[in-house]
């Protein structure tokens, strides 16, 4: 007789396998990627498919796919469920950088926050579960750039820190299960900008790097499968910002990439699947900063 596998168990999952890491800026707007094995493993540098860019963001959607979109040019790129990235679809919403994304519902997306003509925004997009954006929904929460995002409790999402027009800040937004983001969370931890997060151990997440308003960041910040931020936990590995961030191997992370004020970073952190970060990796492919990551397979 035959097992009965729960859809959302680990054995049954098929999304998180695999990661990819793309685009990002080093004397110059990138569009390459590098492919993240179920291992961890980063591999050597893909060319690159769509419009060169930086500071852009990326999710899972679909339960198994990924798409890249916005940042300084306003356009999205598909990825397969093999890791496969498509050519640019037109730009839907409003065009800003130095925004974040994350998956939520299990086979959906959203984008938001991000900085444009000037201004900090609230703003938020849908992506479907066939990778299709929705234009603008109102903003709730603190207007502001270079947040961070990550899924939780299998199935919502959390942005947290960011820039805002009065220094950096430390609140996080909740994302239900069907997209709607919650109103301010009072920060917890060093309030920063420019760092990036991912999800582990199937159901928690994890906030990493980044900056305050003047000095580089290697801390992380751990959050619970009920979307509770907790305090700092020490930094590992090569302090930087502008870095990205995907889970792999059904359970696990890795933080890549970034820039420390003078050098650019190719190196990575593995993330176990209780939320330890590792000490740095060699790095693979191009050095650069402003990248963004997702899973898919």
């Known amino acids: 007789m035959f097992p009965i596998i729960p859809a959302n168990s680990a054995t ?29 493993v980063v591999a050597t540098d893909v060319a690159g498919v ?21 940042g300084n040019i306003f356009a999205t790129n598909l990825v397969s469920n093999a890791g496969v990235v498509a050519t640019d679809t037109a730009g839907v919403g409003t065009s800003r950088s130095d925004l974040a994304a ?42 502001r750039a270079a947040p961070a995002a990550c899924e939780y409790g299998g199935d919502k999402g959390i942005f947290g820190f960011g820039d805002t027009a009065g220094g950096v800040t430390g609140v996080t937004n909740l994302v239900s299960n069907a997209g709607v983001v919650a109103s301010d969370v009072s920060a917890v931890g060093t309030a920063r900008k420019y760092s990036t997060a991912c999800s582990f151990g199937e159901d928690k997440g994890i906030f990493g790097y980044g900056k305050t308003a003047s000095v580089w960041l290697s801390i992380t910040s751990l959050v619970s499968n009920a979307g509770v931020v907790s305090s700092d936990v020490a930094g590992v590995g090569t302090v930087r910002e502008r870095l990205a961030a995907t889970q792999y191997g059904g ?47």
């Open 251 to 297: 359970d696990k992370g890795i933080f890549g990439y970034g820039y420390d004020g003078s050098s650019e970073y190719s190196l990575t952190n593995l993330v176990s699947n209780t939320g330890v970060v590792s000490s740095d990796v060699a790095g693979v492919g191009t050095a650069r900063y402003g990248p963004a990551a997702c899973s898919f397979n």
């Open 50 to 70: 769509g419009t060169a860019r930086a500071y852009l963001g990326a999710c899972e959607y679909g339960g198994d796919k990924g798409i890249f979109a916005f």
């Open 102 to 143: 994350c998956s939520f519902g299990e086979d959906k997306g959203i984008f938001g926050y991000g900085y444009a003509a000037g201004s900090n925004l609230s703003i938020t997009n849908l992506v479907s579960n066939a990778g299709i954006i929705a234009t603008d929904t109102t903003g709730v929460g603190t207007a």
């Open 12 to 40: 049954g999952a098929s999304g998180n396998q695999e990661g990819i890491f793309g685009y990002g800026y080093v004397s110059g707007q990138l569009s390459m990627t590098n492919l993240v094995s179920n291992a961890g």
